[in-house]
């Protein structure tokens, strides 16, 4: 009984802080729509100010982690999480574990709300991957178009800018946000290497290096940005002949390191007491930390083997 009212007061929390994860939702909507320009000045002024300053106060906790969590979104195509996406996520989260306590008691509950989390996890990393995959694929295009505006007198600036109307997709929501930062004040260089950390993306990391050398020392930028998309081509092409080449191998190793997972949670969902009759063995338990351990470092050894190429 005393489980159960500890995962009735986790559920409980769980609902407070899916309400206030709406209530600031919709407060940062009214926010967007009333003072949208005011909002692009602060950010770009927010990023000038990155750097950390010595005596400087830290910003709270609770702004990192709300930052953090939209950021988690942005890298999964969300630019402005609503709180009916919040409510959505949140509802299965409470009541699925609800229903596995009711019918499998505490440990289904818990087998349960872990299963939705990984599930949970791995969908928006899938997204992520996507949307990687297609900003690194459209890359060369944008850097086509910048050699082509500089070749004929423009600034790497003004090739910058005029270039964004050409791009489309995930890229041009990465580079209207950092057009935005260059219009608040911010040089480019440090536009392009913020929105690259968000968005994980070292491909533009390293063009924002090249803007940065170029805007320093001078030199024939249209030149290594050319080179660049040449490469990045050639590298995809490699890459997927080596996909496809590959493809059996990473198919085998995903389900090599998720279906043990698959299983385990199936019967501790479904099937409980034969884990709570092998946690108080003696020799079971040292049997279910072993396989965690094995399972936590194959499952590794599996997703770098997936992610190589």
Do not use: C
């Amino acid at each position: 009984m005393p489980i159960a009212l500890w995962l009735l007061a986790v559920a409980l929390l769980l609902t407070g802080t899916g309400l206030w994860l709406w209530q600031r939702a919709q407060q940062r909507s009214q926010q967007d729509v009333s003072a949208a320009f005011v909002n692009r000045q602060i950010e770009g002024m927010q990023a000038t100010q990155m750097q950390p300053q010595d005596g400087g106060e830290r910003p709270p906790q609770l702004q990192l982690q709300i930052e953090a969590l939209r950021h988690f979104f942005l890298r999964a195509g969300i630019e402005h999480p609503s709180s009916r996406l919040y409510v959505q996520l949140l509802v299965p989260a409470i009541g699925l574990p609800l229903l596995a306590l009711i019918l499998g008691g505490w440990l289904s509950a818990l087998g349960t709300l872990m299963l939705y989390a990984m599930v949970l996890v791995f969908y928006f990393w899938l997204r992520s991957s996507k949307l990687q995959r297609t900003m690194v694929r459209q890359l060369p295009g944008f850097l086509d178009t910048l050699v082509r505006l500089v070749t004929i007198g423009n600034s790497i600036g003004a090739a910058f800018q005029t270039g964004i109307a050409g791009a489309e997709g995930p890229l041009r929501v990465v580079l209207d946000r950092a057009n935005r930062q260059v219009q608040a004040g911010v040089d480019l260089e440090h536009a392009l290497r913020h929105q690259a950390g968000i968005f994980r993306f070292k491909e533009l990391d390293l063009v924002a290096a090249v803007i940065g050398v170029s805007s320093r020392f001078g030199g024939r930028s249209d030149l290594v940005l050319e080179r660049m998309a040449a490469f990045m081509r050639d590298l995809e092409h490699a890459q997927n002949e080596l996909v496809a080449l590959s493809a059996e191998i990473r198919l085998s190793a995903w389900i090599m390191g998720l279906l043990p997972v698959a299983i385990g949670m199936f019967l501790i969902i479904f099937n409980n007491n034969m884990f709570v009759n092998m946690w108080h063995d003696p020799i079971g338990k040292k049997m279910l930390i072993g396989a965690l351990v094995l399972e936590l470092l194959g499952g590794y050894g599996l997703f770098r083997l997936a992610k190589s190429v």
